[in-house]
């Protein structure tokens, strides 16, 4: 069977493993989905079969493409079943990178527990096909020591750090990877979808791990939140859901939405691989993005 490449800026009815196995390989540029977690959901009685859509996600995603994967485990006899770890590192078998492990913090109780502390928090798991090749993360948190004088230090993950002169400190910093957006507080989505998640949290992760122009899926659409955000936000969306009561869900969020979100009236300076520096127009965004270099250095305004 002949692979064929998907047509931007639409929504197919089917199941997302057969549809992608369709497609040319490497033609993805951000995926952000939110799967069933285990039975925490109704889903209208689909099933979901994980592997097969891990396997075809990889495949489908450009080198250099990122997966955002929001997950939360059910608690059974006693014990979370653990599916989210389990499907973080089988993702991670296949070849993707762990790029990081974010966390949404909800702000509110959203599963009733008993016999231990609320739950309120979702995994976010950060998977990329090597380098993200769109890197701009977000700075939005504000610092106290707003003006003062500091060492500038560098550091690579974990690994260590050493000193390089000094800096002024801005008034905002990149934000941590906890993030706290209340559930559905800054989403105007009206449907009864059982596993809504907030438009912010959608077009952040946009923001953060693709550029204008690119080409976002979601594989699990539901009710169209990232493909709404997608185009909000001027890239090009693919959206496929099981079901055609939510395929015919995220067609209305879609037509609701307006495209492009931002005005070309901000001046971003923008930083190449190899150091260089361009002030280029681009889209006035709040809150302010930071272009990243890829070895682990982040530059400013």
Known sequence: ???????????????????????????????????????????????FDFEPI?????????????????????????????????QALFFFSIGFNLYDTMIWDKGRLTTPTHERYYDAFDYMF???????????????????????????????????RGIKGHRI?????????????????????????????????ARDHILSWSNPGDLVLDPMCGSGTTLKMAKQTGRDYIGIDVSPNYCQLSEKRVRGAQSPLFQETGNLTKHALDGSTDTVKEA??????????????????
């Open 169 to 201: 400190t801005g008034k905002y910093s990149r934000r941590f990877n906890i993030w706290r957006i209340v559930s559905n507080q800054h989403s105007t989505d009206t449907s009864h979808h059982p596993a809504t998640f907030p438009e912010v949290l």
């Open 54 to 86: 891990a396997r075809q996600l990889y495949r489908v995603t450009k080198n250099g493409g990122v997966v955002v994967w929001i997950v939360a485990d059910e608690t059974r006899d006693g014990t979370e079943t653990g599916n989210s770890f389990y």
């Open 126 to 160: 950060i998977l990329s096909k090597g380098k993200p090749k769109a890197l701009n993360l977000i700075c939005d948190h504000k610092n106290k020591v707003f003006g003062e004088k500091k060492q500038r230090h560098t550091r690579i993950g974990r690994e260590g």
């Open 1 to 47: 069977m002949a692979l064929c490449k998907p047509t931007p800026n639409t929504i197919i009815n089917g199941d997302c493993a057969l549809v992608m196995a369709e497609w040319e390989p490497e033609i993805i540029d951000l995926t952000v989905t939110s799967p069933p977690y285990d039975n925490l959901r109704d889903y209208e009685g689909y099933h």
């Open 284 to 301: 006035e965004i709040q809150p302010e993005l930071i272009p990243a270099k890829l070895d682990g250095s982040h530059h400013r305004k």
